[in-house]
């Protein structure tokens, strides 16, 4: 309406978190993925957390799964990559 002030908008940005690796793979932010997902990784190793084995016949593998999820801050603005 004429004359009348507005309300500066808040725009917060909005960010949809990558569901699966291939997908975290292809986005324009990947080398913040690749970052934390190593990081991830190293602190697994150190921590000594697992151990990589041989298949054994008539046994499932157990799997797993990365969980990608961005961080923000108050402002809605990329505080951090977590994986």
């Not at 309300?7 to 913040?32: C, F, G, H």
């Not at 190793?45 to 016949?57: D, G, N, P």
Request: hydrophobic share 35%; with cysteine.
């Amino acid at each position: 309406m004429p004359g009348k002030s507005e309300e500066p908008q808040n725009t917060a940005l909005v960010i949809k978190d990558p569901v699966i690796y291939e997908e975290t793979m292809s986005r324009n932010d990947v080398v913040y993925w690749k970052k934390v997902y190593v990081e991830e990784l190293e602190a697994f190793i150190k921590q000594e957390l697992f151990s990589t084995v041989l298949k054994s016949v008539g046994h499932k593998v157990i799997g797993c799964k990365w969980v990608f999820k961005t961080k923000l801050n108050e402002n809605g603005q990329v505080k951090y990559y977590k994986a």
